[in-house]
């Protein structure tokens, strides 16, 4: 079980794996994604089909990264490990425009869009966030991974081995029982959407050969997928440096802060944020990096707590 395979590599930019891969992780429980040392040493587990792999990532001196990776899929994740740290993704033609932004963008040049390819496993936790506030989402997917998933190959540290494992497949997910679901805190809303897209699970993974916005349209087609879902999953599975999360309870309101001092409603975001077109979610990341933020005021989502129904 200690047997792994290794690469190091230098990206082609540079990168900052803490920044780079933060979008991977739902919650600070999650059993798929956690820190050995935050922001420098990451270890996650992944699934190709029946396949399942352990990676770790770790930052090494002068920008170099590192992966190893364990199991049956050890050879699969290593291949893509390059990707998942943003290597497809290039800010050489991005315009920061705006004075913080610019300062932003220099503070935060080792900030990548991850390309996982793993369409349909990054998009169950995305669907269990649909119109609840995130901890209670992190809190669903964390029991449901815990239950459902397999133990990852490799050795693991003491203190992870009890709280990770490999996200169910397809065909787990089909079948977790509707009581199990409801236990675990998700409406059937969300359960149904997520059973239905791992039907379509063979499919919805091939849209990693796609180009972004050919995917996003096929994905937007799928029942319970809408524009915001397909952009929560484009900026983690597809490197898509543009997609913007149209239908955000919050984020609307933040970038009108940053910009303008003032909520903004959707379409008031999209026109803000044209003259970044073609990298729109990098100047969303930027924008709210560099303030200001939105006052904690105002109306809030309530928490519903399912499994009381």
Do not use: N
């Amino acid at each position: 079980m200690s047997d792994f395979l290794e690469r190091e590599w230098q990206p082609p930019h540079a990168t900052d794996l803490g920044l780079t891969l933060s979008a991977l992780q739902h919650g600070a429980g999650d059993p798929t994604f956690q820190w050995l040392e935050r922001g420098t040493d990451a270890l996650l587990t992944r699934r190709f089909g029946e396949a399942t792999a352990t990676l770790r990532l770790t930052q090494l001196p002068g920008g170099m990264l590192r992966a190893r990776s364990w199991g049956d899929g050890a050879a699969a994740v290593l291949a893509a490990a390059p990707e998942i740290c943003g290597a497809a993704d290039d800010a050489a033609d991005f315009d920061p425009l705006l004075p913080e932004v610019r300062a932003e963008f220099r503070r935060s040049s080792g900030m990548r869009v991850p390309r996982t390819g793993t369409v349909f496993a990054e998009l169950v936790p995305i669907v269990l966030e649909q119109k609840v506030i995130v901890q209670q989402a992190t809190a669903s997917y964390r029991r449901l991974v815990l239950r459902f998933g397999e133990v990852p190959p490799g050795p693991l540290p003491p203190d992870l081995a009890a709280r990770m494992r490999v996200a169910p497949a397809a065909a787990a997910w089909r079948r977790v029982a509707s009581w199990d679901w409801h236990r675990a805190g998700v409406d059937p809303a969300r359960s149904r959407t997520v059973v239905q897209l791992a039907e379509r699970a063979g499919a919805i993974d091939r849209l990693a050969a796609q180009p972004a916005a050919v995917a996003r349209e096929r994905l937007e087609s799928l029942p319970g997928v809408g524009r915001w879902t397909s952009a929560e999953l484009a900026q983690r599975a597809l490197g898509d440096a543009d997609a913007v999360s149209v239908g955000d309870y919050h984020l609307r309101k933040h970038v009108g802060h940053a910009l303008e001092g003032r909520d903004f409603s959707d379409d008031e975001m999209l026109a803000a944020l044209e003259p970044w077109r073609g990298q729109r979610f990098r100047a969303v990341r930027l924008l709210l990096a560099a303030g200001p933020r939105r006052p904690r005021r105002g109306p809030r989502l309530e928490k519903v707590d399912y499994r009381a129904f």
